[in-house]
């Protein structure tokens, strides 16, 4: 399943709905799926801001797919070539407390998923999201 | 999934009355701005309690984090504090990740919280 969206919040709420959808329909684990939600929201919402700026004429796609032993979410976009995955840790600094928080979104992506691949192909990024799901349809 | 946003006042208690705020639904990147335009109003007053109650809340984003850490932020030069209650396992989850990293302080204040509420509680009993 693809989508192709604008670069708007809105769009990425409907793409989490959409996944949300998709999840359920294919009896994916609550935990699992809200997981997948959560990166998913940050990814897109990263592509937004960031790579297209909020510009609503500019559009970028996500594809949903369930291969039974896991779900991938690729997020394709036109923006400048970045790799989410070489984003540093956030260091603790001396007085560390609330420092700008830009690297939150990313340590929650790391989090719940199980693998993040970022790949460069002409003018585009591809952003695959995976998570294992481990009998995913035998459980309850 | 939209947001709905509750602001209720508590009455009648001037040292340790606080500004609860009620979240139902999901606060993510296309809702979190309006939740930091209905903030607004609250902070720049002289509330120095703000007490989220998360029990609604289904799905929360680093979007929606980062309006709770500017609301912490400003309360605490105040001398006040937010605190987060009643959250469901998944909210919850994500808060212990974000107390896991480094450089994270927002939320590593529950105990201060549970000592910051019985307090209350006692208050209000000795009202009574």
């Given at each position: 399943m693809t989508l192709k969206l604008h670069a708007t919040p809105e769009e990425v709420m409907r793409a989490v709905e959409a996944l949300q959808q998709f999840g359920q329909a294919r009896q994916i684990p609550e935990k699992a799926l809200f997981g997948l939600t959560l990166a998913l929201e940050e990814c897109a919402s990263n592509i937004v801001n960031h790579?297209?700026?909020?510009?609503?004429r500019q559009m970028f796609r996500v594809t949903l797919e369930h291969t039974g032993s896991a779900m991938v979410i690729e997020l394709r976009d036109h923006g400048p070539a970045f790799d989410p995955t070489q984003a540093p840790v956030p260091e603790m600094e001396?007085?560390?407390?609330?420092?700008?928080?830009?690297g939150w979104g990313i340590q929650l992506v790391r989090r719940y998923t199980d693998e993040m691949r970022h790949t460069r192909e002409g003018e585009e990024n591809i952003l695959r999201l995976t998570k294992r799901l481990v009998q995913a349809t035998s459980h309850k | 999934m939209p947001l709905e946003i509750l602001i209720l006042k508590t009455v009648?208690?001037?040292?340790?009355g606080a500004v609860t705020v009620k979240l139902t639904g999901s606060l993510d990147t296309a809702t979190a701005p309006e939740l930091e335009r209905q903030l607004a109003p609250v902070l720049a007053g002289q509330t120095k309690h703000l007490v989220f109650d998360?029990?609604?809340?289904?799905f929360i984003s680093s979007a929606g984090l980062r309006v709770f850490s500017m609301a912490r932020k400003q309360l605490k030069e105040r001398g006040g504090q937010a605190s987060f209650v009643n959250m469901q396992p998944q909210i919850q989850e994500v808060f212990e990740i974000m107390k896991s990293l480094?450089?994270?302080?927002?939320?590593?204040?529950m105990a201060e919280l549970d000592a910051y509420l019985a307090a209350r509680q006692r208050a209000h009993q000795e009202n009574q």
């Open positions: 790579a297209l700026r909020r510009d609503a001396a007085g560390g407390d609330d420092q700008p928080p830009g | 009648g208690d001037k040292t340790l998360l029990a609604q809340l289904k480094p450089g994270v302080a927002i939320f590593k204040d």
